[in-house]
């Protein structure tokens, strides 16, 4: 079954409302990525977190990676319209070799 | 960066036929690339790991003899689904990674296979 939950599942906002996703693996992962799927689109590559504990910032995104690596949270502040799509948790399982086992994902939309 | 192109973007069959879909990494050279597979409003469900001048590693579930991986090149990557049928029909994706220290995944623009 799906080893990589997230929660929420939707999300609506009024632009300029915050947002957080949450990603919540049943295992340990070796790093944790971020992707941003817009609809009608293919993922693409936000970061990778790889410590225990980090902490990254792309200008409105803030994103962390949990101290028992098990999970990882995306923050954005002040949405905009363009920040539209679905976010893909994706981590490498410690042990699982070289594949990425991608997150529920949270579809977030935005409205004025 | 990377680019990953896919082709076609779109394809309608009839049931029965098989489709081929391309993967080709356009500016690197690629000894792994992964097969996904997504259904509307869902995550990305890996299919397959290709690799180069040797067989693909199948995931769990998803038939070999169906789902024919190729990857005769160090830049193209090919998934054939033979005999399709409707229940086939879904969103396909491919994706690769650069070699060496970085490790995000480039992903090809992905084919929407549509079964009649």
């Known amino acids: 079954g799906q080893q990589v939950m997230q929660i929420p599942q939707y999300q609506h906002v009024q632009e300029g409302e915050d947002f957080t996703t949450y990603c919540n693996s049943s295992?340990?992962?070796?790093?944790i990525q971020w992707y941003k799927q817009r609809p009608g689109g293919h993922p693409v590559f936000l970061i990778q977190l790889v410590k225990s504990g980090e902490v990254k910032k792309q200008k409105r995104l803030t994103f962390q990676f949990g101290e028992a690596k098990k999970n990882s949270s995306l923050h954005i502040t002040a949405t905009q319209t363009t920040d539209v799509g679905t976010y893909f948790c994706a981590g490498k399982i410690t042990g699982g070799g070289n594949k990425l086992t991608f997150g529920t994902g949270t579809q977030l939309k935005v409205e004025l | 960066g990377a680019v990953v192109s896919q082709h076609p973007s779109r394809v309608i069959c009839k049931s029965g036929t098989s489709v081929k879909i391309e993967c080709r990494s356009l500016d690197f050279q690629a000894t792994t690339m992964f097969w996904y597979r997504q259904f509307p409003k869902q995550s990305l469900m890996l299919m397959a790991t290709s690799n180069e001048g040797s067989k693909a590693t199948y995931e769990q579930g998803v038939e070999k003899d169906k789902f024919l991986i190729n990857h005769a090149s160090l830049t193209l990557s090919t998934l054939t689904v033979t005999s399709a049928h409707p229940e086939d029909s879904s969103f396909y994706i491919c994706?690769?990674?650069?070699?060496?220290?970085?490790?995000?995944?480039?992903f090809g623009q992905g084919t929407r296979l549509t079964v009649v």
């Open positions: 295992t340990t992962l070796s790093n």
């Open positions: 994706s690769a990674r650069l070699q060496g220290a970085r490790t995000e995944a480039f």
